[in-house]
């Protein structure tokens, strides 16, 4: 079945420690790829996203994230996580040919001072 | 934000009452989107419109029915709520030729059925 899968439901990391944040895909083709954030109580917002090209995607608020064609995976890092980066995280990939969008069940990022 | 609103931001009803979710949007964005974000499934589509008058259903259409009739308004409509419609709701809308360019959301509407 295609689906997308956020392995980690809530991690906690310190701030200035690095982050990564995992999300996997199974679809038949490589999809397009997307992270959004979202803050409590408000809407989404993009990150970043993958459509071809360079597979290692540079985007706001100092994130990156690299696709693996071999592993599926289209994981999440920055390398010093801010206290106001609290918040989650959602993986979603976007099927080509129509406007279908399917999203992971999020990651929940806390930050430790 | 791309001038996303949402009304109402917050609806209290009861089983079997009709409740319609509106959207409006101040960019001339040509996609919009209506989406319901549940705990553990993150954000699933339920329909989406292209343009005026043209919809087309998403992951989790049962249950509801869109309207497009302006190109800023796109209108979410449960017919007969349930209990398993509460969720929140959120609208989204795309400049150009849908997911190749970047989605703008709005604040979101919760509802609650009872």
């Known amino acids: 079945a295609q689906s997308v899968t956020q392995p980690d439901i809530h991690i906690t990391v310190s701030e200035g420690a690095s982050l990564e944040l995992r999300c996997n895909y199974s679809?038949?083709?490589?999809?397009?790829l997307f992270w959004y954030v979202q803050s409590p109580g408000q809407g989404l917002q993009l990150l970043l996203k993958y459509f071809s090209g360079d597979t290692l995607v540079q985007g706001i608020k100092g994130f990156e994230a690299e696709f693996k064609r071999s592993q599926s995976s289209f994981n999440l890092r920055k390398p010093s996580v801010h206290w106001s980066d609290a918040a989650e995280y959602f993986c979603a990939v976007g099927l080509y040919n129509n406007n279908d969008m399917r999203f992971g069940a999020g990651t929940r990022l806390t930050v430790k001072p | 934000d791309a001038g996303i609103t949402q009304s109402p931001r917050h609806k209290v009803t009861e089983t079997g009452t009709p409740v319609t979710l509106r959207c409006h949007q101040t960019e001339n964005h040509r996609y919009m989107y209506w989406y319901r974000q549940d705990p553990g499934h993150g954000l699933r589509l339920i329909h989406y419109s292209y343009g005026v008058k043209d919809t087309d259903k998403g992951e989790v259409s049962d249950g509801y029915s869109v309207s497009r009739s302006k190109t800023e308004d796109f209108l979410l409509t449960l017919e007969s709520a349930t209990s398993s419609q509460t969720s929140v709701y959120f609208c989204?809308?795309?400049?150009?030729?849908?997911?190749?360019?970047?989605?703008?959301f709005g604040p979101g509407t919760r509802l609650t059925v009872l």
């Open positions: 989204a809308t795309t400049e150009g030729e849908g997911l190749t360019d970047t989605q703008y």
């Open positions: 679809y038949g083709a490589t999809p397009y």
